[in-house]
């Protein structure tokens, strides 16, 4: 029997390829998204589209409402920045979210006994966000292990971050090689109607960047 | 002006005791609950009455359905068994509930601009669950300084677990020092009627016992 695995997928290019990098790596795969209240929703639709492309074993939404207390430009109403407006940790940064998330995916992972953990983040395009640091996935590691069964019994859980180190047309590259049909992912953190990207945030600008670099037809709808 | 603290709040007696020492200490408390889909969801408006009794500066209620995986007595329909009927961690432990409420609280604070977290944990009367021990404190601690804006301004996040070395009657003796009204207060994993404490199950025997131990009339309403 194959190895259970927790994989978080967004709906977006890097969470498709990581589901498409665990299932390569012969784990079982349970999806797990997030409805938060995010601006770009509709990346949810993309999600269930890549889960069941990817035939992963079960996909659950949890809805939670982050917009309770906003503080992003993705969880209220500040405006969504021109790539490469601003310095610093930038608006789109969700406070806490891949601890959120991680966390979900632990208690998920500590129910159908899986113990490895599946995230889609990189530190090398990413848009500088604390949460997406290989030192904070560590943290997160050591903490999961410590505050579940697995302290109990023994075990660590494994937090793969297999796109740590790669930019974004290496990543697309991997995803070709997979197989991943990166035409149902979605990127843009400011979509018009669903499925239109609006070509202009830092999320459309490396998507955009990342197919030219790696030389690969990018299926991305724009407005 | 005061210092801003997010307080994890369910309705039990160690959190209404860990607010009353939050704002004992001077902080501006802003408390924190989860309907997750609780088994004793009638904590929420236990919740509701000791943040409005104790003035805090605003309670926000963050529903998510833990119910879609289970894996506890408090979220599917595995019984709750009466008090020290099992070994080893109990059916009522929550898989990763307190790493997922943290994770919560981190993005609160995060977004208020509080660095101080305050979390009603205690590992002597504590009924065996692995996210109460000390070290799973520290090791959040850690996780939410480096995952979140912390990190890159310099500054630790405090996660305070003021109960974590008191027994119940010490946190009872505690909290009437501070004034908090019990009676607003609910532990029961498996109440009939909302209000209406089973008088069985481990919550409600370590409450009764704290009672007794503490020399302090037990206000709660038994079946």
Known sequence: MNKKAVV??????????????????????????FDYGQRHE???????????????????VIKM???KWGGSALT???????????????????PARNIIFLSFATGWAEVIGAKDIFIGVNSVDYSGYPDCRPRFIEAFQECATIGTKAGDEGWQFQI??????????????????????YGLTHSCYNPGACGLA???CDSCHLRRKGFEDAGVPDPTKYQ
């Open 76 to 94: 209220s109403d500040i405006a969504v920045p021109d790539a490469g407006s601003t310095a610093g940790i930038p608006v789109t940064y969700v």
């Open 8 to 33: 978080l997928l967004s709906g977006g290019l890097d969470s498709a390829t990581c589901l498409a990098i665990a299932k390569n790596e012969g784990f079982e795969c349970y999806a797990l998204s």
């Open 65 to 67: 409402d982050l917009r």
């Open 42 to 60: 509709c990346e949810l639709q993309a999600a269930e589209a890549v889960a069941a492309a990817m035939g992963v074993t079960d996909h659950i």
């Open 160 to 181: 793969h971050a297999p796109l740590q180190t790669l930019n974004k047309s290496e990543i697309i590259r991997k995803g070709i090689q997979l197989g991943v049909d």
């Open 198 to 200: 609006c070509g202009k």
